[in-house]
């Protein structure tokens, strides 16, 4: 089946910088990628929707400068968040689509991010 | 607005059956997803189903009524493995976008 990587698996960080996560397809060209954030013991929430060369559809309350993504290319999304926060520690989770008619979205292993 | 439903948590015993309601409610309907998700790790998908029945694989069965806006995963055998959270993920019409459920959490006892 399809591969997504994202990097890093983990993050710890001071409040007020900003981290990078990248997520990239490995073995196929992700028309669609898509951005969740998880809460200990809740459901995947959508934040962002990105297609390659254009910009990302962000999702009602997601604060669109907070979190920057690029969709740089057809195997490369990266989720930039910016001047974290404490309550910005999450799982990040990203997924990717292959084409339209994709049955299914192939998802990443997840990136944990604790801001202190 | 779009409403999808599961079970908070359910256990069961192992080599049992279990099965798990998802109803759902969205603006349009092309396709229902269920992905199983171990504690800290990301989702991995276990079936789709876009047309009304069953759709069997292996020890995992599932199911969907579009006219009832409900669907059901079936797992047989049950195996300790299998103890995690389940969700349902309904995509509407001609869009991109999954909204999932908040994931039911099962626990595989001996």
């Known amino acids: 089946g399809a591969v997504v990587s994202q990097h890093p698996s983990r993050v710890i960080c001071k409040s007020g910088t900003s981290v990078k996560i990248e997520c990239r397809s490995l073995?196929?060209?992700?028309?669609?990628m898509f951005w969740y954030r998880q809460f200990p013991k809740q459901s995947l929430m959508l934040m962002a929707t990105?297609?390659?060369?254009?910009?990302?559809?962000?999702e009602q309350g997601v604060e669109k400068d907070k979190f920057l993504i690029n969709h740089a290319s057809l195997t490369l999304s990266t989720l930039t968040v910016t001047s974290a926060h404490p309550e910005d520690s999450s799982f990040y989770i990203c997924?990717?689509?292959?084409?339209?008619?994709?049955?299914?979205?192939?998802f990443g292993p997840g990136t944990r991010l604790l801001v202190l | 607005g779009q409403n999808i439903d599961q079970p908070t948590e359910m256990t069961a015993t192992e080599g049992a059956i279990v099965q798990i309601n998802c109803t759902y409610q969205t603006s349009g309907f092309n396709g229902l997803f269920w992905y199983q998700q171990h504690a800290g790790e990301a989702p991995t998908f276990l079936s789709y189903?876009?047309?009304?029945g069953l759709e069997e694989k292996g020890r995992f069965s599932s199911f969907l009524s579009r006219s009832k806006g409900y669907s059901y995963l079936l797992l047989k055998e049950l195996q300790m493995k299998d103890s995690a959270s389940y969700l349902c993920a309904v995509r509407g019409s001609f869009s991109q976008n999954f909204v999932f459920g908040p994931g039911t959490r099962l626990s595989v006892l001996p």
């Open positions: 073995d196929f060209q992700a028309t669609t």
């Open positions: 997924s990717a689509t292959e084409g339209q008619a994709q049955e299914t979205q192939y």
């Open positions: 189903n876009v047309l009304d």
């Open positions: 990105s297609n390659e060369g254009s910009k990302a559809t962000y």
